[in-house]
């Protein structure tokens, strides 16, 4: 089993910053692309910011230049520094990974459980 475990949601006023993290734990080979996606009340999930095994990233145009998405592939986590946050931020936001275990020649996608932000005006 592989799980994806977020940390570090909270509330914050504009302004302030936030980092969240993502550990993926369990019957791991290698993990391939890493994603941090968001879904605000009454709207659809977005990706937010993504990162390959290679370290080139991506982010969506209404955080560029505010978020940064990072990974560490000895603890097989990945971190999202928030900076400069809106109150449109507020959303509840979800790690992704795309991951090969032992075993098995197809990637796989696994969603961590979410982790709240609001930020306050």
């Known amino acids: 089993q592989v799980q994806l475990v977020e940390s570090g949601g909270g509330l914050v006023q504009a302004g302030g910053s936030l980092r969240l993290s993502c550990a993926a734990s369990?019957?791991?080979?290698?993990?391939?692309?890493m994603d941090w996606y968001r879904q605000a009340p009454g709207k659809a999930r977005e990706l937010v910011a993504s990162?390959?095994?290679?370290?080139?990233?991506n982010y969506a145009d209404s955080v560029k230049g505010r978020f940064t998405i990072s990974r560490d592939n000895a603890k097989n986590t990945v971190y999202l520094q928030m900076n400069s946050l809106k109150p449109e931020d507020t959303a509840v936001y979800y790690c992704?990974?795309?991951?090969?275990?032992?075993?098995?020649?197809?990637?796989?996608?696994?969603w961590g459980q979410g982790t709240q932000v609001t930020v306050s005006s």
């Open positions: 992704h990974a795309d991951l090969l275990r032992p075993g098995f020649r197809s990637a796989f996608s696994y």
């Open positions: 990162i390959t095994s290679g370290n080139s990233t």
């Open positions: 369990g019957s791991i080979f290698s993990i391939n692309g």
